[in-house]
């Protein structure tokens, strides 16, 4: 089976620059693929995703640009939802101070080990704000 998603790095993208060009077909795709140790499919994606669906030539720092930034939203966005997870829990813990961590797991949607390191935070940010 796979050894797991590995994420294309700023060197392959230079490979594919320095190697794809508009047209390729099947075969040359396969050889760009095997250079790379990557799967075809994963080569023609990352291609068509940055030249417009093959009608631009590929740019290797424009694609890992575009990357870093999608990368990025992602993080802020998952930030943005721990941070609201953070202050329902807090809203929880005030509604009823003596609600268990499971409780709290089974009404935000998420394990109570999650709860535990929310409240962690919680009383972190307590403490800094004490001091």
Do not use: H, W
Not at 42 to 48: D, F, L, N, S
Not at 70 to 95: D, F, M, S, T, Y
């Amino acid at each position: 089976m796979g050894g797991g998603y590995k994420r294309m790095s700023f060197q392959e993208r230079l490979v594919i620059e320095k190697l794809y060009k508009n047209n390729m077909n099947l075969s040359e795709m396969n050889a760009l693929a095997g250079i790379l140790n990557r799967n075809r499919v994963t080569v023609y994606r990352e291609i068509m995703k940055n030249t417009n669906n093959g009608m631009e030539l590929y740019d290797a720092r424009k694609a890992q640009k575009r990357f870093l930034e999608e990368q990025n939203k992602r993080v802020q966005i998952k930030k943005e939802k721990r941070n609201k997870n953070v202050q329902r829990v807090e809203e929880l813990l005030v509604l009823s101070p003596t609600i268990k961590q499971k409780e709290i797991a089974e009404i935000i949607g998420c394990s109570r080990s999650t709860v535990a390191n929310y409240m962690k935070q919680i009383r972190l940010k307590e403490e800094e704000e004490k001091a």
